[in-house]
């Protein structure tokens, strides 16, 4: 069964940084996409970030570019979004999400969500 | 950036309804266009991608077409286990870009 589980959310002052990592089981890790996707409280989905299965091709939101980095440890099963930086409107929910074979860039599995509140 | 625009923001519904939700992209993109349902409290779940491919466990009640750049998804016959937000996404080019979303709720 395949599983994403979140962690490290929480609540942090502005300009201040999170880590949030994101621990795949289930599936063969390495060999998949893997995406970082927010949800702000009573909002829309935003797509943050996407790292491919060796890390060759790495992409990012505009509202995040410069602030976050993601990366990944295949040995480990785990993917990583490093956050600096923070502003209020990080605010959010943020999904692990793996993306399909046929497209990469479609979501097949998320994770149930870690909470990310930024404020002072 | 593509924008994805979706309606109806939100439709009422009864229970063996034919429901129909329209995405339009604001520039092409090669059917490179997906569903997914969000209960509330919980992650998205992908039903459609590549326009039209049911994906693997979502009922065959769901359908995805295309017609340009407009995109509809259709759910044949409305059922309890419905009731939720969908969202659109184009998986054509970065960014990566959602609909603003189409809650589906009970007549």
């Known amino acids: 069964e395949v599983q994403l589980v979140e962690s490290g959310g929480g609540l942090v002052k502005p300009g201040g940084s999170l880590r949030l990592s994101c621990a795949a089981s289930?599936?063969?890790?390495?060999?998949?996409?893997m995406n970082w996707v927010r949800q702000s409280p009573g909002k829309g989905l935003e797509w943050v970030s996407l790292?491919?299965?060796?890390?060759?091709?790495?992409y990012y939101a505009d509202s995040v570019k410069g602030r976050f980095t993601i990366s990944r440890d295949n040995a480990k099963n785990s993917l990583y979004l490093q956050m600096n930086s923070l502003r209020a409107e990080d605010t959010a929910v943020y999904y692990c999400?793996?993306?399909?074979?046929?497209?990469?860039?479609?979501?097949?599995?998320w994770g149930q969500g870690t909470l990310v509140t930024v404020s002072s | 950036d593509i924008q994805m625009t979706q309606s109806p923001s939100s439709v009422s519904a009864s229970v063996g309804d034919r429901v129909t939700i329209t995405c339009r992209a604001s520039?092409?993109?090669?059917?490179?266009l997906a569903w997914y349902q969000q209960k509330p409290g919980k992650a998205p779940q992908l039903l459609i991608y590549?326009?039209?491919s049911l994906q693997s466990g979502v009922p065959s009640r769901f359908s995805g077409s295309v017609s340009g750049t407009d995109f509809t998804l259709t759910i044949s016959s409305l059922q309890p286990e419905d009731f939720a937000t969908y969202y659109c996404?184009?998986?054509?080019?970065?960014?990566?870009?959602f609909g603003g979303g189409t809650k589906v709720e009970i007549k």
């Open positions: 790292i491919s299965s060796s890390t060759i091709y790495i």
């Open positions: 520039q092409g993109i090669n059917n490179w």
């Open positions: 289930g599936f063969t890790f390495n060999t998949y996409t």
């Open positions: 999400a793996r993306g399909i074979a046929v497209t990469t860039k479609t979501f097949d599995f």
């Open positions: 996404q184009q998986a054509n080019s970065f960014p990566l870009t």
């Open positions: 590549g326009a039209s």
